[in-house]
């Protein structure tokens, strides 16, 4: 459920109608709604009621600063992947001890950043890692809390780019390797081993992969237990899938995602932590953008809309389908026609969908892309030196820019002119 409901004929954010919104800030702009992010939020902290945890959200799905501040204010931990997006947490005012740091890269730069300024937990994915882990915590004299991730060989059943899970891929350790790295932790200076990490993907829409990790997982914890380490966190990654589409999708939800992990993980007396990104942050947003000119094709009509695939990568990424609606009820209540729609990107990939049924729409109208808070504004980029659009939030009947459109001046400020050039 979302707060993005037709009022008086015209789609609203929450109590914002977003015309008014097109009207001050322009289109193409990101909308998000704090009452679903908080609602999504809170989903999961019922779901694991009653048990020691820490929902981490997962920085990486929507990382505006406005954005983070609404999640802490709620009691939301951070998955930071960069030395970037910790700032960024710290900016939005996370301690540093609700922060856990994953990803494949980590460099001696971003750990010694986030050692000095206070770090709950730092995810590692290699022997190589933990080695330089160890060099950098021993050598500011500070300790580095420490979960291995462990790749279980599940396969997550999602889009190939955003498995993660597999033996094949890049990410974590094998989990047969798991005890020996372990045992390596235990003596190395700088380091101490708190938990277990595992993240085997993005928008599962089945538990069943979810379970089969955890419960590997489960089996290593006692496994590490019995060789005397101390597990005190398992942290279970993010990856919970949603709807897409209103009308077919039924990705599980998270209160029986809690469930599950109840079933499967509550008698290892452990914290959980979870790393959800995409189930707070994806219905939690539209993409909002103006028709330029509808041009006939052979056999059918393009649509053009002002946002491109710079704006929003995930269809041309991924092939992903996000629905696209008029903002005005009276245009999404005539007859549809399939048309494509496309952005003003000189790529043919810069398709948004192809044969689409929509309504008849002049140049000027407004159409919204639903789903589109995870993985959207923070994909984007500046390809056919077209600005990053602005992000706004709403927050009952009131909304502000929480991230400008920058002028072209500011874009073409960037660049400079080696001496060579510049007489
Ligand atoms: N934790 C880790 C270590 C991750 O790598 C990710 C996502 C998450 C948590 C959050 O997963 P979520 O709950 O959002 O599924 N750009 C792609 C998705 C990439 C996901 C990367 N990792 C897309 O647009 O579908």
Request: charged share 20%; proline share 6%.
């Amino acid at each position: 459920m979302d707060h993005f409901l037709y009022k008086t004929g015209v789609l609203h954010a929450e109590d914002v109608p977003l015309a008014e919104i097109a009207a001050q800030v322009g289109t193409p702009f990101y909308v998000y709604s704090t009452a679903t992010l908080t609602r999504h939020f809170r989903l999961f902290q019922e779901a694991l009621a009653g048990t020691n945890h820490l929902v981490c959200f997962a920085v990486k799905a929507l990382s505006n600063v406005a954005v983070l501040r609404v999640l802490a204010g709620l009691g939301a931990g951070m998955d930071v992947v960069s030395g970037g997006e910790y700032r960024r947490a710290r900016a939005a005012g996370v301690p540093g001890d609700r922060i856990v740091f994953s990803g494949v890269g980590k460099t001696r730069d971003e750990m010694a950043l986030v050692l000095s300024e206070g770090i709950r937990q730092i995810n590692v994915e290699s022997l190589e890692e933990l080695h330089v882990l160890s060099e950098v915590a021993h050598g500011l004299g500070a300790t580095a809390p420490i979960a291995l991730r462990v790749n279980p060989d599940v396969d997550a059943k999602t889009h190939e780019k955003i498995a993660t899970g597999r033996k094949e891929d890049k990410f974590g350790v094998p989990i047969a390797r798991a005890r020996e790295i372990y045992a390596q932790a235990a003596h190395l200076p700088g380091i101490r081993v708190v938990g277990v990490d595992v993240h085997i993907g993005s928008q599962l829409t089945d538990l069943a992969p979810f379970e089969m990790a955890f419960t590997k997982i489960a089996d290593l914890t006692r496994e590490l237990r019995a060789d005397g380490h101390t597990i005190t966190r398992l942290d279970l990654g993010g990856g919970l899938g949603i709807p897409y589409t209103r009308s077919n999708e039924t990705p599980p939800l998270p209160l029986d995602y809690g469930a599950m992990i109840r079933r499967v993980l509550g008698d290892l007396d452990v914290e959980i932590e979870i790393e959800p990104g995409r189930l707070i942050a994806g219905n939690a947003g539209l993409l909002v953008a103006s028709v330029i000119y509808t041009k006939p094709g052979e056999g059918r009509d393009f649509l053009i809309l002002d946002a491109a695939m710079n704006d929003l990568i995930r269809p041309a990424m991924y092939g992903a389908h996000h629905d696209i609606v008029p903002v005005l009820e009276a245009q999404a209540a005539t007859e549809q026609r399939p048309v494509d729609i496309v952005g003003p990107v000189c790529e043919s990939g810069d398709t948004f969908a192809k044969a689409r049924p929509m309504p008849p729409l002049d140049a000027g109208a407004l159409v919204a892309f639903r789903s589109a808070g995870a993985y959207g504004a923070v994909m984007s980029s500046e390809y056919n030196t077209r600005p990053l659009i602005p992000e706004v939030l709403v927050d009952g009947d009131q909304f502000a820019v929480i991230r400008a459109r920058p002028t072209f001046d500011e874009i073409l400020a960037r660049d400079t002119l080696p001496t060579w050039l510049a007489s």
